[in-house]
Structure formats: structure tokens, C-alpha cells
């Protein structure tokens, strides 16, 4: 399907009548050079291999979700164009609904160029926006909200959002930002190799060690694996605590393996 072609309909509930999570957010297009160590600046270098993945946080959100069995949808913007066919029946690969995407008549999909280093398993991205508009109010107004049980924007605080406010770590983040959210809400920050925190509508704190792979190989989308696996658990009815170790040790799963597949 083109993403211009795109058709909006309501989605109806997942297999058995259940509700589904619905991600709101970005998909891109992911570039990846694999290459042995990060290179030198001017320098030329062989990649070790270079693919092209989808990718984006709603995006890579709904692939975890779905490989985790949950029924979900992706809502977004889409430019028109081949790029933009690649990630659209990428997502209907996984059985991520896109009734909700956007088609965008102008724009260029956001493209991420990312150089993945073998030797450390670490990634450095360079995003480029490519001048799409984001959904509107009118998009939501198309959404009809009871066939979710589960509507995911950024709720969850990063290492970097957290650092970019001063903190240095997640208990101190968590600590430092709770005033700022409404009674009855649940903060959640993960700090990569130092697990994850989070406050509940109790106001106690709540710590999972993180689970680390024998072998790092990709963490490159670590961060949206986490949060997906958070809300799969407390969607589900599972405790924050429990919530919060599964979601370490899926993203920890996620960090020894190339890609999504096989987190599960």
C-alpha cells in the first residue's frame, strides 16, 4: 500500500474482542553501517554490513508489542514516496495496524543515518527530520479512544531528557521531576546499564537491576524495547515492579541481538 493510498479507518479490537495499544510517534527510516570501530573524522572505512531497518520510538514501540503478542496500531505521519512504502508494509509485516497512519502530500520521511559500532555495540545516530508535519487534533478526532486500552505518547523520561535537565540519576530524576506531574501518575526512567526507577501514585520508589546480554551486539532501539515492555506488563494488570524488571529484561535481550527478532 503507498502511504499516499493510505485508507484512515477505525481499527477494530485485536483476536478475542481485546483492546489494543496504540503508539503515537515517529517512524523513519533507519540506515545502518555496522562497521568494526567507530571511524576517525575524514577518514574511509569498510562497513562490516549496511542494511535498511524501520525505525522511529512509536514505530519500534509497535514492533516489540507485536512480538510480544500484544494487538496494537501505529498513529504518525507519513511522507509520500518509496521510502515511506518500505516502513508502511513493514509495520503490516508485524501485524501492526495502520489504519490511524497519516498521509502527508508533502515532505520527505525522517531518515536516520546510524553508525553501529561491533567492537562496543553502540550506536551514534544522525537524524534528519525531513520537514514532516505531525498528526493533528482533528487526526485524533477520527480515533474512536474505547478500542484501546492503552494510548502511548512520551510519558517515560530518558537517560538524555534527564541529563538535559541536570540530573545524573534516575532516582534523582524521578525525584526531581515528580512535582511536576498529576496526582495519581507514574514516572519511569531508565538509566541503560544502571537498570531502571519509578515512582508510583504511592510516591514510593521502585528499582529493577537492568539484565545485560552475554554479548552487547545492537542497542539501537533499546529504549522504545523497555518502554514497550512496560506498558505490555502494566497494561496487562501486572505490578509497576514487575513491570519495570521486564521491561530491563526484554530491552537486555534486545541489547544482545541484531534488530527485533528473537527478543521473545
Same mark, same amino acid.
Given at each position: ?5 493510505? &485508507? =484512515? ?15 503515537? %510517534? ?5 540506515? #545502518? ?18 542494511? @535498511? ?9 509497535? &514492533? ?50 546510524? #553508525?553501529?559500532?561491533?567492537? =562496543? ?14 498528526? &493533528?487534533?482533528?487526526? /485524533? ?8 486500552? @492503552? ?32 496526582? %495519581? ?5 531508565? @538509566? ?26 545492537? &542497542? ?11 506498558? /505490555? ?13 521486564? %521491561? ?7 541489547? %544482545? ?8
Amino acid at each position: 500500500m503507498a502511504a499516499g493510498a493510505a &485508507t =484512515r479507518r477505525e481499527p477494530g479490537p485485536g483476536p478475542g474482542g481485546e483492546k489494543r495499544i496504540l503508539c503515537v %510517534g515517529l517512524v523513519c527510516l533507519d540506515i #545502518i553501517s555496522v562497521v568494526e570501530a567507530y571511524p576517525a573524522e575524514d577518514s574511509d572505512i569498510r562497513c562490516v554490513s549496511q542494511r @535498511w531497518q524501520r525505525g522511529g520510538n512509536a514505530s519500534n514501540s509497535c &514492533t516489540v508489542l507485536a512480538l510480544l503478542g500484544a494487538p496494537c496500531a501505529f498513529m504518525g505521519s507519513l511522507a509520500p514516496g518509496h521510502a515511506a512504502d518500505f516502513v508502511l508494509a513493514d509495520l503490516q509485516r508485524y501485524g501492526v495496524d495502520v489504519g490511524h497512519a497519516v498521509p502527508q502530500p508533502a515532505g520527505c520521511l525522517p531518515t536516520s543515518v546510524v #553508525i553501529a559500532n561491533a567492537s =562496543r555495540g553502540t550506536r551514534t545516530i544522525l537524524h534528519a527530520h525531513g520537514n514532516l508535519p505531525d498528526v &493533528t487534533a482533528h487526526d /485524533f478526532e477520527l480515533v474512536d479512544f474505547s478500542q484501546y486500552k @492503552w494510548i502511548h505518547w512520551e510519558v517515560f523520561i530518558s537517560k538524555d531528557v534527564a541529563r538535559h535537565f541536570g540530573y545524573q540519576s534516575a532516582p534523582e530524576a524521578l525525584q526531581g521531576l515528580h512535582s511536576r506531574i498529576q496526582p %495519581g501518575a507514574t514516572l519511569i526512567c531508565a @538509566w541503560a546499564e544502571e537498570g531502571a526507577d519509578a515512582i508510583g501514585p504511592s510516591g514510593e520508589l521502585v528499582h529493577s537491576d537492568a539484565f545485560p546480554p552475554e554479548t552487547l551486539v545492537d &542497542t539501537l532501539g533499546a529504549g522504545d524495547t523497555f518502554n514497550a515492555a512496560v506498558i /505490555f506488563a502494566l497494561s496487562a494488570g501486572r505490578t509497576l515492579q514487575d513491570a519495570l524488571t521486564f %521491561g530491563c529484561q526484554i530491552a537486555g535481550r534486545k541489547c %544482545g541481538i541484531q534488530g527485533f527478532d528473537g527478543i521473545v
